[in-house]
């Protein structure tokens, strides 16, 4: 009767620790396969993460390119502007000379047409 009921305690110590050893490896499974997958989402929002940082810098690489490009457009059209405008002052400074060399030159034949003592304009010859 000893024996028999040192066995069924075995038995039933046996099958309890069978038990345990079941409900321990099930916990280290689902542990597993939640680290698993918390480190996939990880993972993914890390990628995510990193597509867009990519996009952004693309995107402002762009945005600076194209700012840059514009503004040198706009200085290249200005400074062209600048030397268009110069060239048009050279044209009309060397008109002004010019007009101040031909009212000289008709100031100093009135002159000489007064000292003369002809009247003046009455014997000129204009040529084109």
């Known amino acids: 009767m000893a024996i028999s009921a040192i066995n069924s305690s075995t038995n039933s110590l046996q099958a309890f ?6 409900r321990q490896a099930l916990q ?4 597993q396969q939640a680290s698993q997958a918390q480190q996939a989402v990880l993972d993914q929002q890390v990628q995510q993460t990193q597509q867009t940082q990519q996009s952004q ?14 503004q040198q457009a706009l ?12 060239a048009l002052l050279d044209q009309q400074s ?14 100093a034949f009135l ?4 000292l003369q003592g002809q009247a003046p304009g009455s014997n000129i010859n204009v040529t084109a």
């Open 28 to 31: 280290d499974a689902q542990t």
């Open 94 to 107: 060397q008109q002004a000379d010019q007009t101040q060399q031909v009212q000289q030159a008709l100031q």
């Open 75 to 86: 200085l290249d059209q200005q400074a062209q502007q600048s030397l268009q405008a110069q």
């Open 111 to 114: 002159a000489q047409q007064a």
């Open 17 to 22: 620790l069978q038990a345990q050893q079941t």
């Open 57 to 70: 810098q693309a995107l402002l690489d762009q945005q600076t390119r194209q700012t840059l490009q514009a």
